[in-house]
């Protein structure tokens, strides 16, 4: 019985199927000659045929088909030290043509890790690292004393991460040259903080490219490295935390370095003034002069024979903790001039930088002070950028002596009408109550702190000038000489306010001659928490400090959570009776008689009544 007719074509999903597994057929069947090529010490030529099938495919599963078996059959000709060094010219023509193959292959890699497929960027990823290892250890074992690490190589995959070049498969569609979140992470997480090799030669490397490229021919660039590095929260501080390699042949323990006596240092060091005074300027690419230890020179004086650590070779180096904080340093030296905070898109890079700077950065550096430049030009610009500075200029005033000119004077110009409004406004307070809590600060500086913040106050939400009453309690208790300023009853003019609110300077306000009345005026406030709040100022001071960290996290949402979960000891009025001669609705202030005014102080004001809840 024939079957139904059909308007439409028949469907070609068979055919594709067939041309699919064709593709398929043809990449195993040419593995499997090549497999047999290298172990037998056959031609290689189907090599080239493979590479031109992975380069020309365009369906992501035979693309990943492709891959793994070009990745398979280079294990193979790796292992078999057929791209090691040595050799006469015809073996050195066929290792050429060899590395030109894998240069394709690592290049098409490359690429995909700006494919739009998931599944092909993470398997880009782990391929290049693999080969990483098997060159690496190819490497080594034609230098058993002295291990490699494959530095051209690796260099590529430095140069891939951080420029992301568009992907070579067809059909693939171009991307943004940022570097994917779930490559990020793979990477992050399998490789930069697990291994310290990895991490010790992308550090070094992000620099170098940092250097050497210009910010136009690259845009992206500082911001992919600022991606890896902010994430990096296991940076080695003791020697014994370097014991995690990715290739396992640098693991194994170095020489130790040569010591060098008192008078070959010395005349080390005088080679050393020598050269650099014929070069007439230092090596860009030299990590080494990051180190703690400055170079002697003849007014220094040594402690005893010891090793000359920019004398240390690779190996050394790898497994010295003071390398790795050169190599650290160097990478956020070469990026933060990169982060302007005068550029829009630059800023947001710059505030998380900030973020990190004072936590996952300072610690690790060989000298801090080396970005107090940046920190300090931060500052000075002020606004949310200048607040997220504020965590690392302390770190270097209060550890590493800085001395910041007029920094009172810098930090009560932060206090503006958006202070009070910013996300960070918590890190602010939390600073600034640190940087007020001295007993030997000017009691008018103080006061100018407490009375700007005061008049801020007037226009802050709730949440702030919750977190304002304690902080200004805490500064009149801890100094007893601002006191004046809640208590003050001898103004005889009302209206004039002596604290002038145009100086910038907190010493010449003339703020300790004023008063708090802005916080007075918080007793009428229309949220209850505030207005109970600010009463602690008409009390006596005998309760301690309050711990402003409670304070601090308050929100809109916060608040309203604890309003709609007070209980209410007195339940509002619904309704009320009339005919009991009040007047429900009085007149106003300015239009009331002698004898309305009167009747109101008599019987009081109902409607103001009705919203009295506690």
């Given at each position: 019985?024939?079957?139904?007719l ?5 469907p ?7 041309e ?16 047999h090529a290298?172990?037998?010490?056959s031609?290689l030529?189907p090599l080239?045929?493979?590479l031109?099938?992975?380069?020309a495919?365009?369906?992501a599963?035979e ?16 292992s078999?030290?057929k791209?090691?060094l ?11 043509w060899?590395?030109?193959?894998l240069?394709v292959?690592?290049?098409f ?5 700006k494919d739009q497929?998931?599944t ?6 782990q391929?290049?690292?693999?080969l990483?290892?098997?060159l ?11 291990p490699?690490?494959?530095?051209s ?6 140069n ?32 930069f ?5 990895v ?13 050497s490229t ?5 845009p ?5 490295l600022?991606?890896i590095?902010e994430?990096l929260n ?5 020697k014994?935390?370097?014991?995690s ?8 323990k ?6 060098t ?5 010395m ?9 650099e005074?014929?070069d007439?300027k ?7 002069k ?9 007014e ?6 010891g090793?000359?650590l ?7 180096s ?12 160097r990478a956020?030296?070469a990026?933060?001039?990169r982060?302007?905070?005068v550029?829009?898109?630059?800023k947001?890079l ?27 030009a931060?500052?000075?610009?002020g ?7 504020l965590?690392?200029l ?6 590493y002596?800085l001395?910041?000119?007029?920094f009172?004077?810098?930090?009560y ?32 500086l ?5 009375k700007?913040l005061?008049r801020?106050?007037l ?14 309690y ?13 208590h003050?009853t001898?103004?005889e003019?009302?209206?004039h306010?002596?604290?002038n609110?145009?100086e910038?300077?907190?010493?010449h306000?003339?703020?300790h ?7 007075v ?9 505030v ?6 100022f008409?009390?006596?001071f ?8 409670d ?6 949402g ?14 509002p ?5 009339t ?5 429900p609705?009085?007149v106003?202030v ?14 009081g ?10």
């Amino acid at each position: 019985m024939p079957g139904p007719l059909r308007s439409l074509p028949p469907p070609n999903k068979k055919r594709k199927v067939q041309e699919d597994s064709k593709t398929i057929a043809l990449i195993q069947r040419l593995e499997a000659e090549l497999t047999h090529a290298v172990s037998t010490n056959s031609s290689l030529n189907p090599l080239a045929d493979l590479l031109d099938l992975a380069l020309a495919t365009e369906n992501a599963s035979e693309a990943s088909k492709a891959i793994y078996a070009l990745y398979r059959v280079f294990v193979l000709i790796i292992s078999a030290d057929k791209m090691g060094l040595g050799g006469d010219e015809a073996v050195k023509v066929v290792k050429t043509w060899l590395w030109d193959r894998l240069n394709v292959y690592v290049d098409f890699l490359g690429g995909l890790l700006k494919d739009q497929e998931k599944t092909l960027r993470t398997s880009a990823l782990q391929i290049l690292f693999s080969l990483q290892k098997h060159l690496s250890t190819s490497y080594s074992k034609s230098t058993p004393s002295q291990p490699q690490f494959h530095l051209s190589h690796f260099r590529k995959i430095v140069n891939f991460l951080l420029l992301c070049p568009p992907s070579l498969r067809r059909n693939s569609e171009a991307k943004n040259a940022t570097i994917d979140p779930d490559v990020l992470h793979q990477f992050h997480e399998t490789w930069f903080s697990v291994h310290d090799d990895v991490r010790w030669f992308f550090l070094r490397d992000s620099a170098t490219l940092l250097n050497s490229t210009l910010p136009k021919a690259a845009p992206n660039l500082p911001h992919n490295l600022l991606a890896i590095l902010e994430r990096l929260n296991t940076f080695p501080t003791d020697k014994g935390e370097l014991n995690s390699w990715w290739v396992s042949e640098i693991g194994t323990k170095p020489p130790k370095p040569k010591r060098t006596s008192k008078k070959e240092a010395m005349a080390e060091s005088s080679e050393d003034e020598d050269e650099e005074a014929n070069d007439g300027k230092e090596d860009d690419d030299d990590w080494r002069k990051f180190f703690d230890e400055e170079p002697l020179t003849k007014e220094t004086k040594t402690q005893g024979p010891g090793a000359r650590l920019h004398k240390l070779t690779i190996h050394q180096s790898l497994h010295a903790l003071a390398s790795h904080r050169a190599v650290f340093t160097r990478a956020w030296l070469a990026l933060l001039p990169r982060l302007s905070v005068v550029d829009g898109n630059e800023k947001a890079l710059a505030m998380r930088a900030l973020n990190v700077m004072h936590r996952g950065v300072m610690p690790h550096l060989t000298r801090p002070v080396l970005v107090m430049d940046w920190v300090g030009a931060s500052v000075d610009y002020g606004g949310a950028v200048g607040l997220l500075a504020l965590n690392a200029l302390f770190v270097l005033m209060n550890e590493y002596n800085l001395d910041y000119p007029s920094f009172y004077t810098r930090l009560y110009a932060f206090l503006d009408r958006d202070v009070l409004h910013l996300k960070h406004r918590a890190r602010f307070f939390r600073m600034t109550e640190l940087f007020l809590s001295s007993t030997h600060l000017p009691a008018n500086l103080l006061a100018s702190f407490v009375k700007r913040l005061s008049r801020l106050s007037l226009a802050a939400p709730p949440a702030a000038i919750v977190m304002l009453v304690p902080f200004t309690y805490n500064i009149l208790k801890r100094h007893p000489a601002l006191m004046g300023m809640i208590h003050r009853t001898d103004s005889e003019d009302l209206s004039h306010d002596p604290f002038n609110s145009d100086e910038v300077d907190p010493l010449h306000t003339q703020a300790h001659l004023s008063s708090l009345w802005e916080l007075v005026s918080h007793r009428s406030h229309y949220h209850a928490s505030v207005a109970t709040l600010v009463k602690i100022f008409s009390e006596a001071f005998t309760k301690p400090s309050y711990a402003l960290e409670d304070f601090l996290d308050h929100t809109y949402g916060t608040l309203f959570d604890t309003e709609a979960n007070r209980k209410i000891k007195k339940e509002p009025a619904l309704a009320i009776e009339t005919g009991q001669g009040k007047n429900p609705f009085p007149v106003d202030v300015g239009d009331k008689t002698e004898a309305e005014e009167a009747v109101v102080r008599d019987e009081g004001d109902i409607v103001n009544e009705l919203w009295v809840f506690a």
